[in-house]
């Protein structure tokens, strides 16, 4: 196995933490990988609706990063956007609810959200998530998303009574509860790792055993971790929620969840269809 380098481009610290874990407690470096994340990035900052120019995708294209997560759909859609190439290598091991939560006493279930704009992040797992959660009650040409931002944004404008309505995931969904928002739906879903063209098998193997192990070293404890996953939103982490978030050994990203994923996107026109599995996949 070569000993070059792997850079992760981050992902928020609650998808984030196996391969934080795996770095932090030399499960890379058991298996033969040199793994660090790339530096300068602010996860909570970036605010533009065009992904292909955010940080974390943007480290990816211009080759200063080879690996990400993302959720699926996001996944999907950033292969078909970047011109560097890539694959689909997994499903990740962070298995993450996005909640739709309000502080108005009128919003109590998705049927209330008719014409009612929730605050998103454009083509991220917020806003596909919000097209599911919604689109079983409440007929799609009433679903009403506004681009807000990452989830620091959404939650300071969900606090201050700017969004009615808003997605969040952990810590900032906690941090809502907090505050005395309430939930109205969730959706739970993991996402999938966006891994570069020269990244070879052997490599893929050996990133996904020291990412399961990681995950047995957090299931085995999981409060030592709640500090790592709090800090982001800056709460204290007796108040972070056990449930809404959770770790898996990794999966593989199957023809079938292909099929099905891209389907439902074409529906929405989230893609033009120009992709197919043998496309995206990761090497096996």
Not at 135 to 164: D, F
Not at 182 to 210: C, D, F, K, M, N
Request: net charge negative; proline share 5%; with cysteine.
């Amino acid at each position: 196995m070569g000993t070059d380098e792997i850079v992760v481009s981050p992902n928020h610290v609650v998808f984030d933490l196996p391969e934080i874990v795996a770095v932090e407690e030399g499960l890379f470096s058991a298996v033969g990988l040199s793994v660090r994340f790339a530096d300068g990035s602010d996860r909570s900052a970036d605010a533009r609706r065009d992904p292909a120019v955010r940080h974390k995708e943007s480290l990816f294209s211009t080759a200063r990063a080879d690996v990400y997560n993302v959720c699926e759909w996001g996944g999907i859609d950033r292969l078909e956007r970047d011109t560097r190439g890539g694959r689909i290598g997994h499903l990740r091991a962070a298995v993450v609810a996005q909640a739709l939560v309000s502080m108005d006493d009128d919003l109590n279930e998705p049927h209330d959200l008719a014409d009612v704009p929730v605050s998103v992040n454009d083509y991220t797992g917020s806003h596909y998530t919000a097209l599911h959660l919604l689109e079983g009650t409440v007929p799609r040409e009433r679903i009403v998303l506004e681009h807000v931002g990452p989830p620091a944004r959404r939650l300071e404008r969900l606090l201050a009574g700017e969004s009615r309505a808003t997605m969040l995931m952990e810590p900032f969904l906690s941090k809502a509860l907090a505050h005395g928002a309430h939930v109205l739906g969730t959706y739970t879903y993991r996402g999938s790792q966006v891994i570069a063209p020269h990244l070879t098998a052997e490599q893929q193997e050996a990133y996904r055993t020291a990412v399961d192990k990681a995950v047995d070293l957090i299931n085995a404890d999981r409060a030592r971790w709640a500090p790592t996953i709090a800090a982001e939103a800056d709460l204290d982490p007796a108040l972070l929620r056990p449930d809404y978030h959770r770790y898996t050994h990794i999966v593989p990203f199957t023809e079938r969840r292909f099929t099905e994923t891209y389907a439902w996107m074409r529906s929405w026109r989230l893609t033009d269809g120009r992709s197919g599995y043998e496309t995206l996949r990761g090497l096996r």
